[in-house]
């Protein structure tokens, strides 16, 4: 069992930046690949970011390539989204996610946090 718990949401102009964090319970951390989806109210989770379990591989939604940056501490079960030159359309919910292997479906995800709020205002 894994548990997720997210923080650094806020409000941030334009052009901004926010680093989202995402502290996870359980002995077996390290051995999940883990992410971020995130969701506007009406439309489906999209898929943001990913991260293998060693940290040696990411991944990115096509939008956030060269904006965002995915990591994660092992030795404090921690994960990190640092997002810079944020847009107004970046705002949404943003959830931390645990998964046995990397994925970009929210079919795959086995763990789910209860998400931050992220604004950007134009």
């Known amino acids: 069992q894994v548990q997720l718990v997210e923080s650094g949401g806020g409000l941030v102009q334009a052009g901004g930046s926010l680093r989202l964090s995402c502290a996870a319970s359980?002995?077996?951390?390290?051995?999940?690949?883990m992410g971020w989806f995130r969701q506007v109210p009406g439309k489906e989770r999209e898929f943001v970011a990913a991260?293998?379990?060693?940290?040696?591989?990411?991944y990115y939604q096509d939008s956030v390539k060269g904006r965002f940056t995915i990591s994660r501490d092992n030795t404090k079960n921690t994960i990190y989204l640092q997002m810079n030159s944020l847009k107004p359309e970046d705002k949404a919910v943003y959830y931390c996610?645990?998964?046995?292997?990397?994925?970009?479906?929210?079919?795959?995800?086995?763990?789910w946090g209860q998400g931050t709020q992220v604004t950007v205002s134009s």
């Open positions: 359980g002995r077996t951390f390290s051995s999940y690949a």
């Open positions: 991260i293998s379990w060693s940290g040696g591989n990411t």
């Open positions: 996610t645990a998964a046995e292997v990397v994925t970009i479906a929210t079919l795959g995800v086995d763990y």
